[in-house]
């Protein structure tokens, strides 16, 4: 059951222009998000994040928002450069239980290539 | 760099032997977090344990373990291995309960 669901595979942007990944989620427990860049033969590198009481989190070329009743995240990329591409995952988590673990729910990933 | 380090970086072996992954967080984190990336899927949680304790448990098999050591590094464990067990594992680490997770750079594991 995908509780984290980033619907594009994959994305095409011209350098100097906004790039946007969008994530839905269904679980309504998720307090806390993240945006993971990837790139082939390494681990996921940690962009940005975003608590459940904020709507906005900045960060230089990076903003994340969230529509907490619409359950959709987005991560927006201003201005897209070539070596942004790679694979974005976008992650939630939720306490899991009276032990406080913090497990984070993955979506599959949207592929980002920034042409020149 | 994260500062996470996992080895090692490939594995090959056949159906029913037994693995060891290897996990080391980065100083000062207490919390290991164990995910495995299976073709065409996201990262799926598998278990999380901090300061030596288990914290948290994902879809992790039966046949699969973890365990923290006195010195925070950590061990996954995978026994009687199976074709469909072949996948990437990431170790990530986190200072504080809830966070930014930083991930290392992986174990790819072929089951053949």
């Known amino acids: 059951d995908q509780q984290v669901k980033q619907n594009s595979p994959s994305l095409s942007v011209q350098e100097g222009r906004i790039s946007i990944l969008n994530c839905d989620y269904t679980n309504s427990m998720f307090d806390y998000f993240l945006w993971y860049k990837k790139y082939p033969a390494e681990g996921p590198t940690f962009l940005i994040s975003?608590?459940?009481?904020?709507d906005k989190n900045e960060d230089g070329r990076f903003t994340v928002f969230l529509n907490k009743s619409a359950k959709h995240l987005s991560l927006h990329i201003v201005p897209s450069q070539p070596g942004d591409s790679a694979v974005y995952f976008c992650?939630?988590?939720?306490?899991?239980?009276?032990?406080?673990?913090?497990?984070?729910?993955f979506g599959k990933g949207t592929s980002l290539l920034v042409t020149p | 760099d994260s500062g996470v380090t996992q080895t090692p970086k490939h594995l090959i072996t056949a159906t029913g032997q037994r693995v060891t992954l290897r996990c080391s967080p980065r100083s000062g984190d207490l919390s290991v977090y164990w995910y495995q990336q299976s073709l065409d899927q996201g990262l799926q949680f598998l278990i999380q344990?901090?300061?030596?304790?288990?914290?948290a448990k994902g879809n992790i098999l039966e046949r699969f373990s973890a365990q923290q050591f006195p010195d925070l590094h950590s061990e996954l464990n995978l026994s009687s291995l199976e074709l469909g067990d072949s996948a990437l594992y990431f170790c990530?680490?986190?200072?504080?309960?809830?966070?930014?997770?930083?991930f290392g750079p992986g174990t790819r594991l072929t089951v053949l």
């Open positions: 344990y901090y300061n030596g304790e288990e914290r």
């Open positions: 992650a939630a988590s939720a306490p899991l239980d009276s032990n406080s673990g913090y497990a984070l729910n």
């Open positions: 975003i608590s459940s009481i904020k």
């Open positions: 990530a680490s986190s200072g504080t309960s809830q966070g930014e997770q930083f």
